[in-house]
């Protein structure tokens, strides 16, 4: 599987923007989903992921009820939309697709396909 996501860019706080993660392939509906970010400095993070079914999500606290994260089987396409978007949220977001077991979702090492990323910048 491989990933491409797209979407990011310069907002302003309190903005919304929704970024896209291709995948090729014909077996991406059999992956979980996730979303990882990595700010300057800092260590990537979890952000979110969806099962490959679509049916169950998780969140890390710092985005729950901010961001939703979607997938379309038919067209190979995982979302992540983001609202209300703060400063904090700034980093290069990275997508990924894994078959886990749900309890390592939340882990990068459960990820076998990342994407190449996509920065998201929010402006104070």
């Known amino acids: 599987v491989q990933l491409q996501a797209s979407g990011g860019g310069l907002v302003q706080t309190g903005d919304s923007l929704r970024l896209s993660c291709a995948a090729s392939?014909?077996?991406?509906?059999?992956?979980?989903m996730g979303w990882f970010r990595q700010a300057p400095g800092k260590e990537r993070e979890f952000v979110g992921a969806?099962?490959?079914?679509?049916?169950?999500?998780y969140y890390a606290d710092s985005v729950k009820g901010r961001f939703t994260i979607s997938r379309d089987n038919a067209v190979n396409t995982g979302y992540l939309q983001m609202k209300n978007l703060k400063p904090e949220d700034t980093a290069v977001y990275y997508c990924?697709?894994?078959?886990?077991?749900?309890?390592?979702?939340?882990?990068?090492?459960?990820?076998?396909?990342w994407g190449q990323g996509t920065l998201v910048t929010v402006s104070s």
């Open positions: 990924a697709a894994g078959r886990s077991v749900i309890s390592a979702m939340r882990t990068s090492s459960s990820y076998s396909y």
């Open positions: 969806i099962k490959w079914s679509g049916g169950t999500t």
């Open positions: 392939g014909r077996s991406f509906s059999t992956y979980n």
